[in-house]
């Protein structure tokens, strides 16, 4: 069965750090990028981070370019990809379910920051912010 699977979200309080990981199980990731998009509840899905498998080019969305780093490693085997999302001085409006996603084909990355064009989701994992 092809899926992603999430985690990392957790607790944590204001300027603190987490780290999410996502990892493609029962397909391989060579074809697809990546990207990370969060939701609160009554608002669609954003686009926070993408990258592409490609060539390891990355993209943020404003609310957290410095402050976010999406990154990738590979078994040494090539047999498994984990892509990972640290989140660094964490505010309470990042609060949200974060999600992985994956998206086929390697083009103009911030295009891929839209929900509409995933192939495949993670289940999804909390992250709250508050002291």
């Known amino acids: 069965q092809e899926k992603l699977v999430e985690s990392g979200g957790g607790l944590v309080q204001p300027g603190g750090s987490l780290r999410l990981s996502c990892t493609a199980s029962?397909?391989?990731?060579?074809?697809?990028?990546i990207v990370w998009f969060r939701q609160v509840p009554g608002q669609g899905r954003e686009g926070v981070s993408c990258l592409s498998t490609r060539d390891g080019r990355t993209f943020y969305g404003d609310s957290v370019k410095g402050r976010f780093t999406i990154s990738r490693d590979d078994a040494k085997d090539n047999t498994k990809t984990t892509v990972y999302l640290q989140m660094n001085a964490l505010k309470p409006e990042d609060t949200a379910v974060y999600y992985c996603?994956?998206?086929?084909?390697?083009?103009?990355?911030?295009?891929?920051?839209?929900?509409?064009?995933?192939?495949?989701w993670g289940q999804g994992t909390q992250v709250t912010v508050s002291s």
């Open positions: 029962g397909f391989t990731l060579v074809n697809y990028d």
């Open positions: 996603a994956a998206t086929r084909g390697h083009y103009f990355l911030p295009s891929k920051m839209d929900a509409n064009l995933v192939d495949y």
